[in-house]
C-alpha cells in the first residue's frame, strides 16, 4: 500500500510538468488555453509548473538515494 501511494506522490507532480510543458508547447504555436488571457502569461505558468513538478521529482529521488547512501560523498549528510 505504501509504494501505490508513493507512486502516486510521484505521478502527480510528473503530470504537472507535463501540462507545463503543453502550455509552454501551445504559446510557441500561438494557441491560446481558454482561462489564461495572455500568451507570454501561458508561457509563464508552463514553466513554473514545469520547473515545480521536476523540482519535485529530482528532490525526492535525491532524498531516496541519500537516505540508502548512493549519492557521492560531497552530497551525504553529515554526523
Excluded at 26 to 38: A, H, K, N, V
Excluded at 57 to 66: I, L, S, T
Aim: no cysteine; hydrophobic share 55%; proline share 4%.
Amino acid at each position: 500500500m505504501s509504494r501505490i501511494i508513493a507512486l502516486l506522490i510521484m505521478v502527480i507532480p510528473a503530470a504537472l510538468a507535463a501540462y507545463g510543458v503543453k502550455l509552454m508547447r501551445d504559446m510557441t504555436f500561438g494557441e491560446l488555453t481558454y482561462p489564461i488571457p495572455y500568451l507570454w502569461l501561458q508561457f509563464i505558468l508552463g514553466l513554473i509548473l514545469f520547473l515545480g513538478g521536476l523540482s519535485f521529482v529530482a528532490g525526492f529521488v535525491f532524498y531516496r538515494d541519500r537516505k540508502r547512501n548512493k549519492v557521492q560523498t560531497r552530497f551525504s549528510k553529515k554526523n
